[in-house]
């Protein structure tokens, strides 16, 4: 009787976890290494034996931990037989090849944790570079521990001589690679830049903030898309972008991107540059913080140093606390609604607590960019009177019967008056409604023109008035 084939699943790594925190650094969120163990587990580990964490003043140059701490990690290493140490700091070169050599076991440091996630998460071939990009630069400076057990390539006739190292020999190629995931990037970026550019005409939404806040699910629920939403760390690794109809039937567009941590490898941070593309031009950005966590004020923090070295300028923020349906302590959430600021919305994205009054936050700041605009149009103007419902909601409409035309009145702003303008036809014109407009001298005629206002001519698509938009 044959047997029949099964597939064979690849074991579970059993890792063992050890750090080191410094007394000069404030705490981190995962002071007792349970990010550290968030972390294994997304990339599919188990964490076994007791977590070892060494406070100290400044690190070991050549350990990273004391002379003691090693040789007591090595006994517990004896003791539960890892397959893996995972170390919850950013070793040198150096240090790691030196804890290999007193512990005879493979060890992975923070950084490498995380490039194992990402590797894993990569879908889209943008991702995919970015993810080969950084695992390339942190590689670099770490291929002296993996060629130690060769010597010069040489045997064949004619190969013999100086020759050149394995170790030389990849790191030439890697170089290599490095220059040429760069370049591919640059042009990836490039039309990314172009693709949200194109977007102009809409009001764009960045959802921004730690890892596993809640983005993924309050994206899901704001426009009923179906996206991943897991209960691990780095669930979103590629940007998402849905359409968000809010309750006056204004659309924007809802981009949901990549969670940050605390010590976030920089190589991540360069590469991953063209993925937060969506949230460097971002109208508005949605900072969610998952409020039921014991240490929220720390990762709004982290999101915020993060957030200072991607973003070219400031941005309009709003800080949304979410998962309110699970925080246990409403003394610590007070706290945090002050750290975030009167500005800041409470909300359940599971539950839908909150997100009415999200909702009227983001349309007055949707107001605050915006401003009433009369659209004169002919009756057969079937195609741009789509356009306008497409991207707004008219507020009114009148049929003008002695010029045959439809005044739609609408709020728009800069970007989506400019598109619709680019889309009109020469029969088609915008006016400036009166007192909802910082006037000027342009918009002041308009508005006192009694019947028939003049036709749009000239102005660049950044502005709205009787002579532009």
Known sequence: MSRIPRATQTPQERVLLCGVRFSDVPPFDDEDLSEAAGLVQAAEGVVV?????QRMQRPTP????????????????????????????????????????AWNVRIIDRSELILDIFARRARTRQARLQVELAQNEYLAPRLRRMWTHLERNEGAIGARGPGETQLETDKRLIRRRIQDLREELRTIEERKQREVRTRAEQFTIGLVGYTNAGKSTLLNRLTGADELAADMLFATLDTRTRQWRLSDGRTVLLSDTVGFVQRLPHHLVASFHATLEEA???????????????????????????????LRGPREEIVVLNKADRVGDPVALAGLERSAGESSILISAVTGLGLEDLDARVRDRLDAQSRLVDVYMPASAGRLDAQIRSICTPLEREYVEEHDEVRVRVRLSDGQAGFLRRAAG????????????????????????????????????????????
């Open 49 to 53: 034996g007791e977590g070892i964490i």
């Open 62 to 101: 050549a350990t990273l931990f004391g002379s003691g701490k090693v040789i007591e990690i090595g006994q517990e290493i004896g003791r539960v037989h890892p397959d893996a140490v995972v170390v919850d700091n950013e070793l040198s070169p150096a240090q790691g090849r030196n804890l290999e050599k």
């Open 280 to 310: 460097l031009h971002a109208d508005l950005l949605l900072h969610i913080v998952d409020a039921a966590h014991e240490r929220a004020n720390e990762q709004m923090k982290a999101v915020e140093d993060v957030l200072r070295t991607v």
């Open 426 to 469: 020469p029969q088609v014109r915008f006016v400036a409604v009166g007192g909802d407009l910082r006037e000027g001298p342009d918009e002041a005629a308009a508005i006192a023109a009694p019947s028939r206002p003049p036709r749009i001519e000239g102005g660049g698509p950044d502005r709205v008035s009787a002579a532009g938009t």
